[in-house]
């Protein structure tokens, strides 16, 4: 495969991930969120699979691309700067919006109170807490390709090894009272996909021989057949379950990363995928209050005007956004 047609792969990838995003924020993570769907429903069923790669593979597309240049020493301060004003200042921006728009105008989920606004900035706020996961993510990256602990097959797997320790450790042993600054937890969490990035895009000629891939195959396939069982039965509550259940995701997530299909709109979508992720709340917010305005409460008109608001309004931002040198910096993060 030439570069053109795995970048081509890749931005398809990013654009299914980004629509993931967004359906599932139109769903909403729980029945108090979004369209305000309870247990059972279709939708929530739909909500389980999306949840399932959501995140794991917007994680993973962000570990390939960063492999594509390893940093050195000397680039990690330009890299970190780099990466505070793309990360930190857009978050600062949307994530203020977000929290004015929601406490000012009526039937918004999620209110806050006006005098903690500045806890939005520190610790996880709905979306918004990925950017900061996704900036101590790149810095772990950084730090590893430094000391060169990832630039073999073998000791890239004792990263992923250690990284998934940590995901289960966080998950199941640290303490629940210890605040979640910066949301670090979301970071030790998905960062063994990251690193599951990084390695499929520097080992692809190893990891994607024809036997292993039938072996990812298997392992993907008894991940999704368990995810039915989540649905079905109580095995959620399991803690085997929740321990295994990265291996299945990052087993699928090598499968996707080879692929070589690509969609232009799905790469289209993928050009605006970091605005559309910074914006989209806004839409799936006012799609669904402005249909209620005139009595249309049908899931699914309310479904899809939402979700065509909350990819078409970020992406009018974008667009905007790419005019002037301020915008760029507040808006998209690119001087």
């Not at 247990?39 to 959501?54: A, C, G, K, M």
């Not at 450790?169 to 599951?196: H, R």
């Not at 021989?209 to 079905?232: C, D, N, P, R, T």
């Not at 839409?283 to 979700?307: D, K, M, Q, W």
């Amino acid at each position: 495969m030439n570069v053109q047609q795995k970048v081509a792969s890749i931005e398809t990838l990013r654009g299914f991930a980004i629509l993931l995003v967004v359906i599932g924020h139109v769903i909403g993570s729980t029945p108090e969120g979004g369209m305000r769907i309870d247990f059972p429903s279709p939708w929530r069923y739909l909500y389980l699979w999306i949840d399932y790669i959501q995140m794991p593979l917007f994680t993973a597309i962000a570990g390939w691309v960063y492999a594509i240049r390893p940093i050195q020493k000397d680039m990690l301060k330009k890299f970190l700067k780099k990466k505070v004003y793309r990360l930190f200042i857009p978050m600062a921006v949307a994530a203020t919006l977000y929290f004015l728009v929601q406490y000012i105008i009526p039937g918004t989920n999620n209110k806050g109170h006006l005098s903690e606004i500045w806890r939005i900035y520190i610790f996880p706020y709905t979306i918004y807490w990925y950017l900061p996961s996704l900036f101590i993510m790149f810095t772990c990256a950084a730090v590893i390709d430094i000391q060169k602990w990832a630039n073999r097959v073998q000791s890239w797997l004792i990263c992923i090894i250690i990284a998934y320790i940590g995901a289960i450790v966080s998950k199941e042993i640290m303490p629940p009272t210890i605040p979640n600054l910066f949301s670090f937890k979301g970071a030790i969490a998905l960062f063994p996909y990251f690193m599951i990035g990084m390695g499929a895009n520097r080992f692809s000629e190893k990891l994607f021989v024809v036997q292993k891939q039938w072996g990812y195959s298997i392992l993907a396939l008894i991940g999704i057949i368990l995810l039915q069982f989540e649905w079905f039965s109580p095995i959620a509550e399991i803690h085997l379950y929740q321990w295994l259940k990265p291996i299945w995701v990052m087993t699928l997530l090598l499968l996707l990363l080879h692929q070589k299909h690509s969609f232009k709109i799905f790469t289209w979508l993928g050009s605006y995928a970091y605005v559309i992720y910074l914006y989209h709340g806004f839409g799936t917010s006012g799609g669904r209050i402005l249909l209620s305005r005139f009595g249309i409460h049908s899931e699914i008109p309310v479904f899809l005007f939402a979700l065509g608001i909350a990819i078409l309004f970020p992406v009018i931002i974008g667009m905007l956004g790419k005019k002037w040198k301020l915008t760029r910096i507040l808006i998209l993060g690119n001087k």
